[in-house]
């Protein structure tokens, strides 16, 4: 079909323009973790030996744990050179957008983003997608992590011996993080198959587990620790274990964009939780992370009391309210799941 203005169209239409060079900005979500600078990175890496001209634009800063990837240290932190960035994604023909699924999750970039009139692409696996923002992409929330959809995409372009060990490393790394180290359902035969494939490439995955597992600070340990004792309170009717982290303990562990990450897992290695609940007192706003095993879908719950989404297992979410206003919300709203939570 033709150029569509209005409606997302399905990902194999796109392929055949790979094979004149473009201009193609790709970027994710804000605050990326693994799977989004693993995807843009595997996707940056695969254009680039097509012969495109590419940047990366994160729309904020990123855990330092992440900085060890092929070419991050090219990556443009949009909050540090909003002029440049525009400059970029105006002059661009292609805008990839990666593990995200509406154009808000790249906070201040938003604006910049909708106005650009380039053809955008989405990659996602993230539930409703404002599909129409984008001209071609795939959405599927039965991928493990955007990662394996950028493999797919590699695959199913045509230019599958493009797919060197570098973008395995890239890619690697955010099924890796997404899948929780291969233990959640999305860690598929196919997602299994795709890391035989990237060893036979050369892969070295044990160095990977440790750059994004092993190289915390000591603080980061001491804030850990500060979370588990004081910070964390079990509401056992409701099988729901929440953490409340006031500004006063970032300050105090001088906590780095990324020192928070994996705390929120904790709260679900309890024994019968069914859900846990993290939130973060930021500057800008108070901060959700939902988990949960068994039933209890999170995205749901996110997008209906905290302007959030993301999986029905793991969802994001934010307040304007005060620390203490948004704790007493939530533990006023769940008293509305007490059945869905036995
Ligand atoms: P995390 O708790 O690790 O920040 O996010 C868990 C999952 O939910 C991730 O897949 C993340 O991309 C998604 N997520 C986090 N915050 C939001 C949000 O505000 N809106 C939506 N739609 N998804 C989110
Ligand atoms: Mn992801």
Same mark, same amino acid.
Do not use: H, M, R, S
């Given at each position: 079909p033709e150029f569509c203005r209005h409606c997302m169209q399905s990902i194999e239409y796109f392929f055949p323009l790979l094979a004149k060079p473009h201009k193609a900005v790709i970027t994710m979500h804000q605050k990326p973790d693994g799977d989004a600078m693993g995807s843009t990175l595997g996707l940056y890496h695969f254009l680039k030996a097509l012969g495109h001209e590419v940047v990366i634009i994160s729309p904020t800063n990123w855990a330092s744990f992440l900085n060890w990837m092929p070419d991050c240290n090219k990556v443009i932190d949009y909050e540090a050179n909003k002029e440049k960035s525009a400059t970029i994604v105006n002059n661009a023909d292609w805008l990839f957008c990666l593990d995200f699924n509406v154009l808000h999750r790249t906070k201040n970039m938003e604006q910049l983003l909708t106005q650009a009139k380039c053809v955008k692409i989405l990659i996602d696996h993230h539930q +409703?997608? +404002?599909?129409?923002?984008?001209?071609y992409g795939v959405s599927d929330t039965a991928k493990s992590s955007t990662c394996e959809m950028v493999y797919d995409f590699i695959a199913a372009s045509g230019y599958a011996d493009k797919l060197d060990v570098t973008i395995a490393t890239c890619l690697y790394t955010g099924i890796m993080t997404d899948t929780g180290s291969f233990r959640f359902p999305g860690a598929s035969a196919h997602v299994h198959r795709i890391v035989a494939h990237f060893k036979d490439l050369g892969l070295q995955h044990s160095p990977i587990h440790q750059n994004i597992y092993d190289s915390s600070l000591e603080n980061r340990l001491r804030l850990l620790g500060n979370a588990l004792l004081n910070r964390m309170e079990i509401l056992y009717e409701y099988n729901t274990a929440i953490m409340v982290v006031p500004k006063s303990d970032l300050l105090k562990f001088d906590?780095?964009? *990324?020192?928070?990450? *994996?705390?929120?897992n904790y709260l679900l290695s309890i024994q019968g939780i069914k859900m846990g609940a993290l939130v973060i007192d930021r500057d800008e706003e108070r901060k959700w992370s939902f988990r949960s095993k068994d039933g209890f879908d999170v995205n749901a719950f996110a997008r209906e009391h905290f302007e959030g989404g993301g999986h029905k297992n793991a969802a994001g979410g934010r307040s304007s309210d005060s620390l203490d206003v948004t704790v007493r919300k939530f533990k006023q709203v769940i008293q509305q799941y007490e059945a869905q939570l036995q």
């Open positions: +409703q997608p +404002q599909e129409e923002a984008f001209n906590a780095k964009t *990324g020192d928070t990450e *994996g705390l929120v």
